[in-house]
């Protein structure tokens, strides 16, 4: 367990609909990265807040945005779900925004888009 | 922008066996290296990483990676298998500076035969 925690763990929605999903990072962390992990990939950066600023971005298109709050908890939202969002969705979180530092991962939130 | 490739998909071996995984990445600066695992039904969890300093690390459980500069190299090894290292492993490389964006590769899938 590393403290991390992501919710809901599973939930469906219809194309075309929107989510929200939700990590809680490990205390005393004020970093949290998402990654999506499509079915038998490795997991891809999405984006990563750092002090509830976005600290970088991957390529993927702006109907996936974030949030980061003052207590360093995180959401990710996406609009207009498409089905190749079926994934499940990584959040990580670590102290500090820089390449040596460890990222801890929690459970995931695994989306199923129909 | 860096990459990491695994080339072994899916590694079946037998208790006891030695095990090497291959991993290699792509990017012209210097980099921090990392082993992440995902046990059935569980979460990321880190293995080791590489920083700097002695090219050769130890991890948890029993397991080891060489950094290969000249060969953009950071294989893993463990001497002898167990049942429950059966998993999924991951290889991941973040640039030495700027955010901390986890670069992944495909994965190795390796199932142990008691």
């Known amino acids: 367990e590393t403290g991390v925690t992501q919710s809901p763990t599973h939930l469906i929605k219809t194309r075309g609909q929107q989510v929200t999903l939700r990590c809680s990072s490990q205390s005393g962390h004020n970093t949290v990265s998402w990654y999506q992990q499509a079915l038998g990939q490795g997991p891809q950066f999405i984006f990563q807040?750092?002090?509830?600023?976005?600290?970088g971005r991957g390529n993927f298109p702006p109907r996936f945005s974030g949030l980061q709050f003052p207590n360093y908890s995180s959401e990710l939202n996406v609009n207009a779900l498409e089905l190749d969002d079926s994934a499940l969705y990584l959040c990580a979180s670590s102290f500090g925004g820089g390449g040596t530092d460890t990222q801890f991962f929690g459970p995931g939130n695994r989306l199923t888009v129909i | 922008a860096q990459s990491v490739s695994q080339h072994n998909h899916h590694v079946i071996l037998s208790e006891a066996a030695s095990l090497e995984l291959g991993c290699n990445y792509s990017?012209?600066?210097?980099?921090?290296l990392f082993w992440y695992v995902q046990y059935p039904g569980q979460h990321l969890q880190l293995l080791l990483k590489?920083?700097?300093?002695?090219?050769l690390v130890k991890g948890i459980k029993g397991f080891e990676a060489e950094f290969i500069k000249s060969k953009f190299s950071f294989n893993l090894r463990k001497p002898s298998v167990q049942w429950s290292d059966t998993a999924e492993y991951f290889c991941a490389v973040t640039p030495n500076f700027g955010n901390e964006k986890l670069t992944f590769g495909t994965g190795t899938r390796l199932t142990i035969i008691p």
């Open positions: 807040y750092y002090r509830e600023e976005e600290n």
């Open positions: 590489y920083f700097s300093g002695d090219p």
């Open positions: 990017y012209g600066g210097t980099v921090n």
